[in-house]
């Protein structure tokens, strides 16, 4: 967290996943303008600006979808869950390649017109009636922009000033400017492209960002019902305080869908909700480390007792009122307002 939007100090950690993806980026780079001169048809042209547009174009296409693979990939397992510490920096590296091809590209096919490059890229071609010569470029340019809104927000001051749901609503365009980046690059593929390959690729790539989505969201709601929790005397049951591991938590669902952590620390219980109030991530399947609920997804840290960042931090979160009967742990499905001090369960016999 960055407490005063002040600039955070890069941590080995975060150094060292920025100089593999850069290093990764130019790899992926230098591997597609080598195999673009090799397999270039013979009798054609070929221009090095045009093979620097295709690789900035196609890396950043690429990069994109590594990007929107992180996020259910470490729903399935925690091994990915590393990635989404620094997913932003992706993003933004995502934004700069999608720039430099966006300028490229207007500098090699528009820089020469007596008119505006902007008007020349919007009035040149309004053919939007066919799909062979349907100006593709349109889309290209609706995607750069919610790149730009995303990575000019991707700091932590934005998120704050424009509130957490509004953020994720922002941020949620991705989808929208993937959806248009497919069809920038088929739309294109249709028209300048005799092979197929390149076609194939961004099919491929499409069909498994979705089949990824919907694989996780089917576990989700299966999950959600296997977890649906049994009430008794109005009070929710969560099993027993055996099986929820020691500085871990179990996640329950409540009637309505709301999701509550359930921790397990140094022989008491806590429950509180499952919400980051960062980026909404799902506190439930962090941990307990320092003795703070520790999200998954950027670290953000709350005290497991009362809901409340340690100083100076302010953000709050729901508390839930919770007890241990026979080893059994209940919850109270009636959230406390964010920050209120709960008194933490006993485990009996449990070595504090």
């Given at each position: 967290?960055?407490?005063?939007?002040?600039?955070?100090?890069w941590?080995?950690?975060?150094?060292?996943?920025?100089?593999?993806?850069?290093?990764?980026?130019?790899?992926?780079?230098?591997?597609?303008?080598v195999?673009?001169?090799?397999?270039?048809?013979?009798?054609?042209?070929?221009?090095?600006?045009?093979l620097?547009?295709?690789?900035?174009?196609?890396?950043?296409?690429?990069?994109?979808?590594?990007v929107?693979?992180?996020?259910?990939?470490?729903r399935?397992?925690p091994?990915?869950?590393?990635?989404?510490?620094?997913?932003?920096?992706?993003?933004v590296?995502?934004?700069?390649?999608?720039f430099?091809?966006?300028?490229?590209a207007l500098?090699?096919?528009?820089?020469?017109?007596?008119?505006?490059?902007?008007?020349?890229l919007?009035?040149?071609?309004p053919?939007?009636g066919?799909?062979?010569?349907?100006?593709?470029e349109?889309?290209?340019?609706?995607?750069?922009?919610?790149?730009?809104?995303?990575?000019?927000?991707?700091?932590?001051f934005?998120?704050?000033?424009?509130?957490?749901?509004?953020?994720?609503?922002?941020?949620?365009?991705?989808?929208?400017?993937?959806?248009?980046?497919?069809?920038?690059?088929?739309?294109?593929?249709?028209?300048?492209?005799?092979?197929?390959?390149?076609?194939?690729?961004?099919?491929?790539?499409?069909?498994?960002?979705?089949?990824?989505?919907?694989?996780?969201?089917?576990r989700?709601?299966?999950?959600?019902r296997a977890l649906?929790?049994?009430?008794?005397?109005?009070?929710?049951?969560?099993?027993?305080?055996?099986?929820i591991?020691?500085?871990?938590?179990?996640?329950?669902?409540?009637?309505?869908?709301?999701?509550v952590?359930?921790?397990?620390?140094?022989?008491?219980?806590?429950?509180?909700?499952?919400?980051?109030?960062?980026?909404?991530?799902?506190l439930?399947?962090g941990c307990?480390?320092?003795?703070?609920?520790?999200?998954?997804?950027?670290?953000?840290?709350?005290?497991?007792?009362?809901?409340?960042?340690?100083?100076?931090?302010?953000?709050?979160i729901?508390?839930?009122?919770?007890?241990?009967?026979?080893g059994?742990?209940?919850?109270?499905?009636?959230?406390?307002?964010a920050g209120?001090?709960?008194?933490p369960?006993?485990?009996?016999?449990?070595?504090?």
């Amino acid at each position: 967290m960055a407490h005063g939007y002040q600039v955070v100090t890069w941590t080995p950690f975060k150094k060292a996943y920025d100089v593999v993806m850069l290093i990764a980026v130019g790899v992926f780079m230098t591997i597609f303008i080598v195999g673009g001169y090799m397999t270039w048809p013979d009798g054609e042209t070929l221009h090095p600006v045009q093979l620097a547009l295709r690789a900035l174009g196609f890396t950043a296409f690429t990069l994109l979808h590594v990007v929107l693979a992180i996020g259910p990939l470490s729903r399935m397992s925690p091994r990915f869950k590393p990635l989404l510490y620094n997913r932003r920096h992706m993003g933004v590296t995502t934004f700069l390649l999608a720039f430099a091809h966006a300028v490229l590209a207007l500098l090699w096919y528009h820089g020469f017109s007596e008119m505006n490059v902007f008007v020349s890229l919007f009035a040149s071609n309004p053919n939007y009636g066919s799909i062979q010569g349907f100006p593709f470029e349109s889309l290209g340019f609706v995607a750069l922009v919610i790149l730009f809104l995303m990575a000019a927000t991707s700091h932590d001051f934005w998120n704050a000033n424009l509130g957490p749901g509004f953020w994720k609503a922002l941020h949620m365009l991705v989808y929208v400017a993937y959806a248009a980046l497919v069809a920038h690059v088929m739309l294109g593929l249709a028209q300048n492209e005799k092979s197929p390959l390149y076609a194939y690729a961004v099919g491929g790539g499409a069909v498994f960002l979705v089949a990824l989505h919907l694989i996780t969201g089917v576990r989700e709601c299966v999950r959600d019902r296997a977890l649906g929790a049994a009430a008794h005397d109005g009070w929710i049951d969560v099993g027993s305080a055996a099986d929820i591991p020691d500085g871990r938590a179990v996640i329950v669902v409540l009637k309505g869908g709301e999701r509550v952590a359930v921790f397990r620390y140094d022989g008491k219980v806590s429950a509180v909700s499952n919400v980051c109030r960062h980026q909404a991530g799902p506190l439930g399947e962090g941990c307990i480390k320092d003795g703070l609920v520790t999200c998954p997804w950027h670290g953000f840290q709350y005290r497991p007792d009362d809901g409340r960042s340690p100083p100076p931090f302010t953000e709050r979160i729901p508390t839930y009122n919770v007890k241990v009967d026979n080893g059994v742990v209940f919850i109270d499905p009636v959230a406390n307002p964010a920050g209120t001090p709960v008194e933490p369960a006993v485990v009996a016999g449990a070595a504090a």
